[in-house]
């Protein structure tokens, strides 16, 4: 009966975090063994990444045929930067990050890490150059320890351990009774949406990738573990090209830059203060979630 159930529960697993929009898309391909929406040119070279400088070239996409969701976008991030991409629900934030993953490749213009157009190199070479920290990290039915050290099963237990400092879970990891050992995901310790997030730094600190991708969890934490792991991943980001998918405006307030998409395109990019200043849609969605946070302010103080 219970050869039944697995492929059933996997199937459940696959549903679920493909609702979950960015979702811990390595841990997906590897059990389906990737899907085709991409294939390689024959004989194609691997991505070779030297500085990390990422550009969106004319970039036009579509899931669907007749409705595009990128029109034509511009995008520079200079190799080592952070910028935060932010816009109204629906936007295509998720979807560039989706295509700097490779997940599909655009329908014209190009995608390129340091001058080499992803759509001509082995996909599986992106894949190693890029860590993404997914909203909601999916956990295996496993060890802490193997649910860290996923995607590298070379890693010894020192460096799992070095991973775990890195991400500030080790204290927890040590409180529990089994330590490393300690089953988790569904059917062992559940964990917390920002201990989650700690594996999945950590995952990404054990794979020291160039380049950084932070899809925000769309449901604030508390304020004080949010802090924290911001600045958890404000460290993890220094010296890697980082791309911050920000669903909400309050934890991006100090990118080095901000790029607001709207419309299928760039509408407008700068520091806050600068966004702010020019009075667009920027500034039109940061008022809208600063009142709607006085609303959850007035309502958590009532509790
Ligand atoms: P949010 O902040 O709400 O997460 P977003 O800006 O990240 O939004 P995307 O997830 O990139 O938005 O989606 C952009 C558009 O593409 C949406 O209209 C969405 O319905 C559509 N879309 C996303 N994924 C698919 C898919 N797999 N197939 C078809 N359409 C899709």
Same mark, same amino acid.
């Given at each position: 009966l219970m050869q039944l159930f697995r492929p059933l529960d996997m199937l459940g697993w696959v549903y679920r975090s493909i609702r979950q929009?960015?979702?811990d898309m390595e841990a997906m391909f590897e059990l389906l063994d990737t899907p085709a929406e991409v294939v390689d040119a024959e004989g194609a070279p691997p991505l070779v990444v030297s500085q990390g400088h990422i550009r969106f070239e004319g970039v036009h996409f579509g899931?669907?045929?007749?409705?595009?969701?990128?029109?034509g976008l511009d995008l520079d991030v200079p190799a080592g930067q952070t910028i935060a991409v932010v816009g +109204?629900? /629906?936007?295509?934030k998720s979807t560039l990050a989706r295509l700097l993953y490779r997940f599909y490749d655009p329908q014209a213009g190009r995608i390129t890490i340091d001058g080499q157009d992803l759509a001509q190199v082995q996909q599986k070479s992106v894949r190693a150059a890029i860590g993404i920290v997914p909203q909601d990290t999916v956990l295996f039915n496993d060890t802490i320890a193997y649910n860290i050290g996923y995607g590298r099963g070379d890693a010894g237990q020192d460096e799992v351990e070095a991973a775990a400092r890195g991400a500030s879970i080790d204290s927890f990891i040590a409180s529990l +009774?089994? /330590?490393?050992q300690s089953m988790v995901g569904e059917r062992g310790l559940k964990l917390s949406g920002g201990e989650k997030q700690r594996v999945a730094i950590a995952r990404t600190l054990l794979k020291n990738p160039p380049i950084l991708v932070l899809d925000e969890a769309t449901s604030a934490l508390d304020t004080r573990t949010e802090q924290a792991i911001q600045d958890t991943l404000d460290r993890v980001s220094q010296s890697r090209t980082t791309m911050v998918i920000a669903h909400r405006l309050s934890t991006i307030v100090d990118a080095n830059r901000i790029v607001v998409l709207d419309q299928g395109r760039v509408a407008e990019q700068g520091t806050h203060d600068e966004l702010l200043r020019r009075g667009g849609l920027y500034a039109e969605l940061w008022e809208r979630q600063a009142a709607e946070r006085v609303l959850e302010e007035t309502a958590q103080a009532a509790e």
């Amino acid at each position: 009966l219970m050869q039944l159930f697995r492929p059933l529960d996997m199937l459940g697993w696959v549903y679920r975090s493909i609702r979950q929009g960015l979702i811990d898309m390595e841990a997906m391909f590897e059990l389906l063994d990737t899907p085709a929406e991409v294939v390689d040119a024959e004989g194609a070279p691997p991505l070779v990444v030297s500085q990390g400088h990422i550009r969106f070239e004319g970039v036009h996409f579509g899931y669907e045929d007749g409705r595009e969701i990128l029109k034509g976008l511009d995008l520079d991030v200079p190799a080592g930067q952070t910028i935060a991409v932010v816009g +109204p629900s /629906g936007a295509g934030k998720s979807t560039l990050a989706r295509l700097l993953y490779r997940f599909y490749d655009p329908q014209a213009g190009r995608i390129t890490i340091d001058g080499q157009d992803l759509a001509q190199v082995q996909q599986k070479s992106v894949r190693a150059a890029i860590g993404i920290v997914p909203q909601d990290t999916v956990l295996f039915n496993d060890t802490i320890a193997y649910n860290i050290g996923y995607g590298r099963g070379d890693a010894g237990q020192d460096e799992v351990e070095a991973a775990a400092r890195g991400a500030s879970i080790d204290s927890f990891i040590a409180s529990l +009774p089994n /330590g490393y050992q300690s089953m988790v995901g569904e059917r062992g310790l559940k964990l917390s949406g920002g201990e989650k997030q700690r594996v999945a730094i950590a995952r990404t600190l054990l794979k020291n990738p160039p380049i950084l991708v932070l899809d925000e969890a769309t449901s604030a934490l508390d304020t004080r573990t949010e802090q924290a792991i911001q600045d958890t991943l404000d460290r993890v980001s220094q010296s890697r090209t980082t791309m911050v998918i920000a669903h909400r405006l309050s934890t991006i307030v100090d990118a080095n830059r901000i790029v607001v998409l709207d419309q299928g395109r760039v509408a407008e990019q700068g520091t806050h203060d600068e966004l702010l200043r020019r009075g667009g849609l920027y500034a039109e969605l940061w008022e809208r979630q600063a009142a709607e946070r006085v609303l959850e302010e007035t309502a958590q103080a009532a509790e």
